[in-house]
């Protein structure tokens, strides 16, 4: 498995693992198997409200910290220059590190983007600082990344955003690429797409006859086929799972490869409907949720 290399040179694993919407009761093992099965990044959120347990995971492994890609964001209700320094106290406090290797913000708030631009200039405080190896944005769209880089000086490491193959956003995949932004791919195996709570008319990705009947030729899950697809692409994906069989299913994608047909057959899912919050969107009192201090 080849490693990425981020646009500082920083090296990211292809297949890190995801803890969104994973309980902090579940969180602590789920890390830790992860960590047993082989994954070297996890990428975890402030306000995922499970920091703590990650840290406890992965000092449950026994791997060492210094092989580990920590990823973290900081919410929305932290943004602006010293809020953001201070949520980057809160999160080390929580997971229990002094550094945290990939430091994001969880999203562009368009009613309040100078601060925003505020929250990213801690985060540069922070990479100038060697507190944080590599800094980033998720869920920017290429408007809202053409004005962070205008009133910014560091080009973000990585761009998270839903990307699965019913919503591949290719304009943003663009606007990336254009900066040497790495994609990372949320909801890579496309969750979103039948969470609770996301709207009723979705359709599982999972489901899907084309990625299925791809899956079956190769002897793979449709799980395993869009891991692969990610990764054949260059894009970082971080598959979530509290299930020690399916944690250990998605990391084991390394011995086979798709081919140029069917990647492009994967290309051509693309719905162009997204499944998660607009990050555009006008409802922005999720925003105001407060992030613990311990
Ligand atoms: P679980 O934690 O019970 O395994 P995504 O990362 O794309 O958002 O997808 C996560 C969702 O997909 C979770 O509901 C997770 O449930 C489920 N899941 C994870 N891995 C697999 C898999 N290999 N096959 C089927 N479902 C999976």
Redesign the pocket.
């Known amino acids: 498995m080849d490693n990425i290399t981020l646009n500082n040179g920083v090296q990211l694993p292809p297949i890190g693992f ?1 803890v ?3 309980s902090p009761e ?1 969180t602590v093992d ?1 890390v830790r198997t992860a960590l047993e099965v082989g994954y070297r990044h996890i990428d975890t959120a402030a306000a995922y409200g499970n920091e703590r347990q990650v840290g406890e995971g992965i000092r449950a492994s026994g791997v060492d910290r210094d092989d580990i890609v920590v990823e973290t964001k900081i919410w929305v209700s932290d943004y602006g220059y010293d809020e953001t320094l201070h949520a980057f106290d809160k999160a080390t406090r929580k997971l229990g590190f002094d550094t945290v290797d990939v430091l994001i913000l969880h999203q562009p708030a368009p009613d309040r983007f100078a601060k925003t631009v505020a929250a990213y200039q801690a985060l540069e405080q922070l990479y100038a600082d060697g507190r944080v190896r590599a800094i980033g944005v998720s869920n920017f769209m290429p408007h809202h990344l053409r004005s962070l880089l205008d009133q910014t000086d560091v080009i973000p490491a990585l761009n998270q955003i839903e990307l ?1 193959p019913y919503f591949t956003q290719p304009d943003v995949q663009r606007a990336d690429a254009e900066h040497g932004i790495l994609d990372q791919a ?7 797409t ?2 609770p709570g996301f709207g009723d008319e979705r359709v599982s ?2 489901d899907d006859p084309t990625i299925r009947a791809i899956g079956e030729a190769h002897g793979k ?4 086929v ?1 891991l692969r697809w990610h990764l054949q692409q260059g894009r970082n994906a ?6 020690p069989g ?2 250990a ?2 990391f084991d994608v390394f011995d086979f490869a798709l081919s140029d047909e069917e990647l492009a057959s994967l290309d051509a899912l693309d719905t162009g409907k997204r499944n998660g919050p607009d990050p555009d969107g006008t409802d922005t009192s999720r925003f105001e949720r407060v992030i613990p201090e311990d």
């Open positions: 995801g969104f919407q994973s579940d789920a699965h949320w909801s890579p195996i496309g969750g979103i039948f969470y990705v999972l899950t449709a799980a395993q869009m971080i598959p979530k799972s509290t299930n399916r944690i299913e998605n």
